[in-house]
Nanobody
Framework: QVLLVESGGGLVQAGGSLRLSCAASGGTFGRYVMGWFRQAPGKQRELVAR????????YYADSAKGRFTISRDLAKNAVYLQMNSLKPEDTAVYYC?????????????????WGQGTQVTVSS
């Protein structure tokens, strides 16, 4: 059974940084795509970034491009999201997810496993 556990969220002032971590266990993730999603109050859950386990290919939403960096540590079975230059509009619950589909998996429905979420709040 695959288990994903996020950590690293918190309260930060605008312009600050946070690094989110996702610890994965219970499965073989070599051909999986790992994604970071976020959901703000009153909004739909949206893809922030994704990375392939095997090759480290990355994708970023326009809102994250240039500010966020997704990475993975294969030895630790961990995925990270480094968030810099944070803005109040980045405030959301951030979720780690795993997809057994293609690198192009972007929809919530395409992801098979989800973490519990970690709150990120950016004050103005």
């Amino acid at each position: 059974q695959v288990l994903l556990v996020e950590s690293g969220g918190g309260l930060v002032q605008a312009g600050g940084s946070l690094r989110l971590s996702c610890a994965a266990s219970g499965g073989t993730f070599g051909r999986y795509v790992m994604g970071w999603f976020r959901q703000a109050p009153g909004k739909q859950r949206e893809l922030v970034a994704r990375i392939s386990w095997n090759y480290g290919l990355t994708y970023y939403a326009d809102s994250a491009k240039g500010r966020f960096t997704i990475s993975r540590d294969l030895a630790k079975n961990a995925v990270y999201l480094q968030m810099n230059s944070l803005k109040p509009e980045d405030t959301a619950v951030y979720y780690c997810a795993a997809s057994g589909g293609s690198f192009f998996s972007a929809a919530v429905s395409e992801y098979d496993y989800w973490g519990q979420g970690t709150q990120v709040t950016v004050s103005s």
